[in-house]
């Protein structure tokens, strides 16, 4: 018997831990399980967005770096990427967008 008592105490405890009730409570009641559910789910947008526009970043200056070191190279940087390089300079210069 004692023993079944020091087992029930451990997964009490263990429960407790897990904050199993807290999660009953939340369940319990619709409106708080929906706000948490759309809280969590903004902030988890919020964050992919922030992490998407970084990674864009870097790899947008990954790919213009090469780009200009394509430049230099005698055959493919002055008949292929000279041009695209000097179309965007001029547009980007002008403000156009399209």
């Given at each position: 018997?004692?023993?079944?008592?020091?087992?029930?105490?451990?997964?009490?405890?263990?429960?407790?831990?897990?904050?199993?009730?807290?999660?009953?409570?939340?369940?319990?009641?619709p409106?708080?399980?929906?706000?948490?559910?759309?809280?969590?789910?903004?902030?988890?947008?919020?964050?992919?967005?922030?992490?998407?526009?970084?990674?864009?970043?870097?790899?947008?200056?990954?790919?213009?770096?090469?780009?200009?070191?394509?430049?230099?190279?005698?055959?493919?940087?002055?008949?292929?990427?000279?041009?695209?390089?000097?179309?965007?300079?001029e547009?980007?210069?002008?403000?156009?967008?399209?």
């Amino acid at each position: 018997m004692e023993r079944l008592r020091q087992t029930m105490g451990r997964l009490a405890n263990h429960m407790e831990s897990l904050r199993i009730a807290e999660y009953v409570e939340i369940i319990k009641n619709p409106r708080r399980f929906l706000w948490v559910n759309f809280t969590l789910g903004l902030v988890r947008g919020v964050g992919m967005f922030i992490g998407m526009a970084i990674l864009g970043a870097i790899l947008v200056s990954i790919g213009i770096f090469v780009l200009k070191q394509m430049v230099t190279l005698p055959v493919i940087g002055e008949k292929v990427i000279a041009p695209i390089v000097d179309l965007i300079t001029e547009r980007l210069s002008q403000g156009v967008t399209r």
